[in-house]
Nanobody, 123 residues
Framework: QVQLVESGGGLVQAGGSLRLSCAVS????????MGWFRQTPGKEREFVVA????????EYADSVKGRFTISRDNAKNTVYLQMDSLKPEDTAVYYC????????????????WGQGTQVTVSS
């Protein structure tokens, strides 16, 4: 069974930074494409970014491009999301997800999900 555990969320002022981590246990981490999604109350879960198994070719949502950076450390079974220049509209629960397939922006492509971590950006 694959387990994903996010950490690093919190409260930050607009313009600030946070780094989220997602630790993955279970099967071989390097075989999974990893993604981050976010969700606010009353809205559907939204794609943020995904990274390939090797760490190359990340895909970003336009809303975070240039401000967020995804990376992964296959030796530590962890994927990171560095969030800079945060805006109030980035406030959401952020979820880490894993798929055995290629990079996808579609929620249903991901087989495994973390429990989510809250990010709140104050104005």
């Amino acid at each position: 069974q694959v387990q994903l555990v996010e950490s690093g969320g919190g409260l930050v002022q607009a313009g600030g930074s946070l780094r989220l981590s997602c630790a993955v246990s279970g099967r071989t981490f390097s075989t999974y494409t990893m993604g981050w999604f976010r969700q606010t109350p009353g809205k559907e879960r939204e794609f943020v970014v995904a990274i390939s198994r090797s760490g190359g070719w990340p895909e970003y949502a336009d809303s975070v491009k240039g401000r967020f950076t995804i990376s992964r450390d296959n030796a530590k079974n962890t994927v990171y999301l560095q969030m800079d220049s945060l805006k109030p509209e980035d406030t959401a629960v952020y979820y880490c997800a894993a798929t055995g397939s290629l990079i996808s922006k579609t929620e249903t492509s991901y087989q495994y999900w973390g429990q989510g971590t809250q990010v709140t950006v104050s104005s």
